[in-house]
Nanobody
């Protein structure tokens, strides 16, 4: 599985929006996750999308973030951003072993991107 490549991070004010992208060729049959890591905090799952397009979200972002995919790219639309959303956002392509992909559950072997920084100021 090729290494995914993220883009689209940046700096916004509280309440703003950003859309980050993950180019992941060959990922169509895999779970594709968005996870984030903030300084001093554990890595946490944000969202995941199944090969069939169904999605699972962390409670902290439900209703604000939307994950979607096409044949090559997985997107994360982030609305109503808050300072607590500030983190490095990573894309991870993971084989699907269970009936459904589950947010934050990365089983491996996993292909990780290099991350894209999202900063939200108050």
């Amino acid at each position: 599985q090729a290494r995914p490549v993220e883009s689209g991070g940046g700096s916004v004010q509280s309440g703003g929006s950003l859309k980050v992208s993950c180019v992941a060729p060959g990922s169509i049959g895999y779970c594709v996750h968005w996870l984030r890591k903030a300084p001093g905090k554990e890595r946490e799952g944000v969202a995941v999308i199944d090969p069939d397009g169904s999605a699972d979200y962390a409670a902290a972002v439900l209703g604000r973030f939307t994950i979607s995919r096409d044949a090559v790219t997985v997107y994360l639309q982030m609305n109503s951003l808050q300072p607590d959303d500030t983190a490095m956002y990573y894309c991870a392509v993971d084989p699907k072993f269970a009936a459904r992909c589950e947010v934050g559950v990365v089983q491996g072997p996993t292909s990780w991107g290099q991350g894209t920084q999202v900063t939200v100021s108050s």
